[in-house]
């Protein structure tokens, strides 16, 4: 069992949510699993600890269709965040539009984070493999 | 000497002799002289008697000098002609004619002279002569022949000229009956018999054009002039010209014939043509051109400038246009131009104005071609109407696509998940629990379902009937049914549609609209005031705007403004929030023709903007 410090899910949808934490659970040890439901609780939160210097995740599971801030106004408000630290997003989504993919591409080449893109639904296969810290 | 003049005086009668005559003696001195032959002379009366004839006259022609020799043989000579000047450089024609002198003996003595002054008829000869050859030269040049007809010896005359049209030897003798022949049978045939026997019968003249047909088959155009003569009001003869007019004629009918096609072409082209001049007035128009100016006769527009055919102002721009293809000599090709008639009806044309120059090269107008597009740009418009409508629908298409496939999509994955889940768990507490998970997700995607099938009714529903409503009417029923609501919420609603106006709606539509727009307003309220829900409306082009103003929270227009309208996108923490009711109020604005706009400033409220078509 890998073991971390702090993972965040950002997702509006109640079962994907207990999905995601179910498949976890049988991969990594965390201290901390935080849960939003959707982009701007978890940036609020986020930056919230950021000022405490505490707990930044080290991994973020990401939704892209959320209500009031979606994931990709998540992901430009976060890249900017003073995080020295490589962060491991995952985004997570059921969109097969390809201006999701491109913008993918855009926001990968802009930001020193790790970031994934994966189809619902997480396999279990794929668990490990983005649940290693970079 | 003096003998001589007494003989000259004794022969009184000869002094007299009223020709010109005068005697020599054998060895040629003069011994009389009539006075006129003197006078032919001019010679002085008494210093010429006795004198040689050689002295007088200082002939030394051998010609001359035979006669005189030749006469004193006895031999007579003919008569023959010689120049003289007299004393006043005049040349004179004098004819000479000399005989032999006889005494009763039988005995030549001497010579009579007898002269002539034919100085005038000389010179007429030598008209005569001039005339002629003038006339032949004329005659050849201009190919016109003469022919005589006499009808008492009823003999046909032909001049070389007439031969030579005729491709005839010079040697041929014409007769009536032949040369009738040689006109072509029909038409040419019939009429010159005819006008030869008026010209017989009736003395009347003739001046036509005939075809003949020559002796080496060649056909020919010929004008043929007659007229009689007559001697004691009888006509005698009929003589006239014969003229090759083949060229002229073919030349003409050649000019009819292209006169004649470009009319055609030109009238029947589904263009507007005309020339105009160096002043821009108009010297041919087509048929095209004549029917749009409202004309029956081209007559009526020639001679006129666009100054009198349309306003002030088109006229201008076109003399502009005339004067810049006619100084640059650069043509203007296919340039779109708006033609104002003075009955103020406009027409869109394709004009082409091309420079006119005459065979020096200088201009001398221009060609102007017109082709009236109105209706094609008609149709272009509609097109492009067309177009951004269908671009529209595409566009909506391919977001409803997304929205169901991405929909759907993620409640296959949540099945997926949870069944993955279900099949490897064997605890009975978390099996009943990923079963309620399954019927929670069962009932999501049922409610999606629903939520789309209502979207899809209404862009599918294309016979949607529009009634017209009274808006404050429908307004006031909508704020009825909502009543135990409003009260709850202490919402006050404050109509100031005015009765008047009526709109073309789907009423289902129009109500739905009017509770799901009032109900958000209710429902993101500013918590720290009472709901105001102001309605207005006004009619603008085409449209009836319905304002629906609140004084609630607002949304951030900056950050959701585009996915205001979109499907199920929410903006506010609210659970009751599905995020699909802007999206079917959009929908069935669009579905009636209309748009809907917002606007909106967080803390202090929002205003909807619902444009109603006015199209039934």
């Given at each position: 069992m890998k073991k971390l410090d702090s993972i965040c899910i950002i997702d509006d949808d109640p079962i994907t949510l207990f999905g995601i934490k179910k498949i976890l659970s049988n991969v990594v040890v965390c201290k901390t699993i935080s849960t939003y439901k959707n982009g701007k609780l978890a940036i609020d939160d986020i930056k919230f600890n950021l000022e405490k210097v505490s707990n930044i995740p080290q991994i973020i599971f990401l939704d892209i269709n959320m209500p009031i801030m979606d994931g990709w106004q998540f992901l430009a408000q976060f890249i900017k965040l003073p995080i020295t630290q490589k962060v491991r997003i995952n985004i997570v989504t059921s969109s097969i539009d390809i201006a999701d993919r491109e913008r993918w591409e855009?926001?990968?080449t802009r930001t020193h984070h790790l970031i994934t893109f994966n189809n619902k639904p997480i396999?279990?296969?794929?668990?490990?493999?983005?649940?290693?810290v970079p | 000497m003096s003998k001589k003049i007494k003989e000259y005086k004794s022969s009184y009668l000869i002094k007299q002799l009223p020709s010109a005559t005068a005697f020599f003696d054998k060895k040629l001195r003069l011994l009389h002289a009539s006075d006129k032959w003197i006078n032919n002379f001019e010679f002085e009366l008494d210093k010429i008697f006795g004198k040689n004839i050689n002295e007088l006259f200082q002939k030394s022609e051998i010609e001359w000098q035979c006669n005189v020799q030749d006469c004193l043989a006895g031999k007579v000579n003919k008569s023959f002609v010689q120049q003289h000047t007299d004393a006043e450089n005049n040349e004179k024609w004098i004819e000479w004619d000399m005989m032999p002198w006889y005494d009763e003996k039988e005995d030549i003595i001497g010579l009579i002279v007898k002269t002539t002054n034919v100085t005038q008829k000389i010179k007429k000869d030598q008209d005569l002569i001039r005339l002629q050859s003038l006339l032949k030269v004329k005659s050849e040049i201009a190919k016109i022949g003469s022919w005589s007809f006499n009808l008492l010896t009823n003999e046909l005359i032909w001049c070389d000229m007439t031969k030579?049209?005729?491709?005839l030897a010079l040697d041929y003798k014409p007769d009536v009956e032949t040369s009738i022949e040689f006109y072509k049978q029909g038409h040419s045939r019939n009429s010159i018999s005819q006008a030869v026997d008026n010209a017989i019968q009736h003395g009347t003249e003739w001046n036509d054009k005939f075809q003949i047909i020559t002796a080496k088959g060649k056909e020919k155009w010929v004008d043929v002039s007659g007229r009689p003569l007559y001697k004691d009001n009888r006509v005698v003869a009929v003589f006239g010209t014969f003229q090759d007019v083949n060229d002229q004629v073919l030349t003409n009918q050649k000019v009819r014939e292209n006169e004649r096609l470009l009319q055609t072409v030109m009238d029947n082209l589904p263009l507007n043509v005309f020339i105009k001049d160096l002043d821009s007035k108009k010297i041919l128009v087509n048929k095209a051109e004549c029917r749009y100016l409202g004309v029956e006769n081209p007559d009526e527009l020639l001679g006129k400038d666009d100054f009198e055919l349309y306003p002030k102002k088109s006229a201008q721009i076109s003399r502009k246009e005339d004067l810049e293809v006619m100084n640059s000599r650069i043509p203007i090709f296919g340039l779109?131009?708006?033609?104002?008639?003075?009955?103020?009806?406009?027409?869109?044309?394709?004009?082409s104005k091309i420079p006119l120059l005459d065979n020096n090269d200088s201009v001398t107008g221009l060609v102007g071609i017109s082709m009236d597009i109105t209706e094609l740009k008609q149709k272009e418009e509609e097109l492009k109407k067309l177009i951004e409508v269908t671009t529209d629908q595409n566009k909506k298409l391919v977001n409803f696509a997304h929205i169901v496939s991405h929909n759907l999509r993620s409640h296959s994955a949540n099945?997926?998940?949870?069944?993955d889940f279900l099949i490897n768990e064997s605890n009975g507490d978390e099996r009943k629990n990923l079963m309620n998970m399954l019927v929670e997700a069962s009932d999501n995607m049922l409610e999606t379902l629903e939520n789309l099938n209502e979207v899809v009714t209404i862009n599918t529903n294309t016979n949607l009937v529009k009634k017209q409503l009274i808006l404050r009417g429908v307004a006031?029923?909508?704020?009825?049914?909502?009543?135990?609501f409003l009260q709850n919420n202490n919402a006050k609603i404050v109509n100031r549609i005015s009765e008047k106006i009526t709109i073309p709606v789907v009423p289902s539509y129009l109500e739905s609209i009017l509770m799901n727009i009032i109900t958000n307003s209710?429902?993101?309220?500013?918590?720290?005031?009472n709901p105001v829900i102001e309605l207005r409306a006004?009619?603008?082009k085409g449209f009836t705007v319905l304002s629906i103003c609140d004084n609630g929270m607002g949304i951030d227009m900056e950050q959701y403004g585009d996915k205001l309208f979109g499907m199920y996108k929410t903006f506010h923490n609210n659970t009751d929030a599905r995020g699909i009711g802007l999206y079917i109020t959009k929908n069935q604005v669009e579905a009636m023709q209309g748009k809907i706009t917002v606007s909106s400033e967080v803390g202090k409220g929002t205003t909807f903007n619902i444009y109603f078509n006015e199209k039934t």
């Open positions: 855009y926001y990968k396999k279990k296969e794929e668990i490990s493999q983005i649940t290693e | 030579q049209l005729h491709e779109e131009t708006t033609s104002v008639k003075n009955d103020g009806s406009k027409t869109t044309f394709l004009t099945f997926s998940m949870l069944l006031k029923k909508v704020v009825l049914d909502l009543a135990a209710v429902k993101y309220k500013d918590p720290e005031r006004m009619k603008t």
